[in-house]
């Protein structure tokens, strides 16, 4: 089983930049594709970006493409996702989830643990 724990979001200015970490318990965190989501209120929750175990792949929501990165450090048991020019329209609460299968890095439904979410919120 593996637990985890968000943080980093916050307040920030349109334009801005916050960077979220998600650590994660257990010492098979390697055995995981990662994934962020988000949910804005009233809204679904939607994929944001994911990365394959060894952190070779990414993948990223149209939206978020060339403004977002995700990046793990399996020493530290440990993915980030790394937000720039932030807008608006991705205030939401981030959730990061793990997965073990190989497929389905998009769909919310392919996930296996979830952490508690951080809200992160950007003003006009």
């Known amino acids: 089983q593996v637990q985890l724990v968000e943080s980093g979001g916050g307040l920030v200015q349109a334009g801005g930049s916050l960077r979220l970490s998600c650590a994660a318990s257990g010492r098979t965190f390697s055995s995981y594709a990662m994934g962020w989501f988000r949910q804005a209120p009233g809204k679904e929750r939607e994929f944001v970006a994911a990365?394959?175990?060894?952190?070779?792949?990414?993948y990223y929501a149209d939206s978020v493409k060339g403004r977002f990165a995700i990046s793990r450090d399996n020493a530290k048991n440990t993915v980030y996702l790394q937000m720039n020019s932030l807008k608006p329209e991705d205030t939401a609460v981030y959730y990061c989830?793990?997965?073990?299968?190989?497929?389905?890095?998009?769909?919310?439904?392919?996930?296996?643990?979830w952490g508690q979410g951080t809200q992160a919120t950007v003003s006009s």
């Open positions: 989830a793990a997965k073990s299968s190989t497929t389905g890095n998009m769909d919310v439904r392919r996930y296996d643990y």
């Open positions: 990365i394959s175990r060894t952190g070779g792949t990414t």
